[in-house]
């Protein structure tokens, strides 16, 4: 790997070969760059209550912190994305144009903030403390995962960086949707080396031929069966552990603050 450096930031590390910058948030300022970034908060065509626009701070240190919070004596926290996917889009209100809402539940398509098809994806993150009800995540999606037969046509979810338990992480890719067809390559889990101040880098290297995971400047997992050849968009998220089977954990005793701190996130294209 090797050094790029980013003026007034810390620098990111690259694999071997020409690159150039093409997007990047690096949190300056006190507010979120909404022209960069959306909140996710609806699952399966609904809004979902573990799901907030709550909880982010930018400390004025060009770092980002994606807080755990409270709403209604459970613990919510926040998702941040670049686009969003066509089956998490609720019922828009109005009829369609055939006023048939009854069978086309379908809502409006935003326009993405930001997709893209290949090149280095890098992010410097410190980690929650609570291992019990949290996890973080650094990860892309294609708008349209599992609606085809071939992922390389309809995109994959690539992660980067998940984050269940401290002092471990999991990278990998998830192809044919999340049903039936679901099924994972290159999906490890390994331990984290401490650093002297606590952050980690993570990156992903996509280019047609394959995909290789980056933990600190070390290679920790490749893919190269299914690659996406669609643009896909960049998540930032935090999740409360356990809500996919009931609803969000209950509080007991005091409500404990937590985050998920990002210095920055950068996408790079490949010179070639």
């Not at 912190?65 to 209100?93: I, M």
């Not at 401490?194 to 997992?221: A, L, R």
């Not at 985050?259 to 996408?267: E, G, K």
Request: aromatic share 16%; net charge negative; with cysteine.
């Amino acid at each position: 790997m090797k050094k790029f450096e980013v003026n007034g930031h810390e620098p990111s590390f690259l694999p071997e070969g020409e690159w150039k910058l093409v997007w990047a948030d690096e949190f300056d300022g006190t507010e979120l760059d909404r022209s960069k970034w959306d909140f996710r908060l609806n699952f399966w065509g609904k809004p979902f209550d573990a799901y907030t626009d709550q909880g982010i701070v930018l400390d004025g240190k060009s770092h980002i912190e994606l807080h755990r919070t409270e709403r209604n004596g459970c613990y919510v926290s926040p998702q941040l994305q670049t686009g969003s996917n066509s089956f998490d889009v609720p019922k828009s209100g109005t009829d369609n144009p055939w006023g048939q809402d009854e069978i086309w539940p379908l809502g409006i398509l935003e326009e993405p903030k930001f997709v893209h098809r290949y090149g280095y994806y890098e992010c410097r993150c410190k980690f929650q403390k609570d291992p019990e009800t949290m996890w973080s995540a650094f990860w892309t999606q294609s708008p349209t995962i599992g609606a085809r037969f071939e992922p390389e046509w309809c995109g994959i979810e690539s992660d980067i960086m998940e984050c269940f338990r401290v002092g471990k992480a999991t990278t990998g890719n998830i192809m044919g949707g999340y049903g039936k067809q679901f099924r994972e390559e290159g999906r490890v889990s390994y331990d984290l080396n401490d650093t002297e101040d606590g952050w980690h880098y993570f990156g992903m290297n996509w280019q047609p031929e394959g995909y290789t995971f980056y933990c600190d400047g070390k290679e920790v997992s490749r893919a190269d069966k299914h690659v996406s050849h669609v643009p896909q968009f960049i998540l930032l998220t935090t999740e409360v552990q356990g809500y996919r089977k009931s609803v969000p954990n209950i509080i007991s005793g005091d409500f404990v603050d937590d985050a998920f701190i990002v210095d920055f996130v950068r996408v790079f294209d490949k010179v070639r």
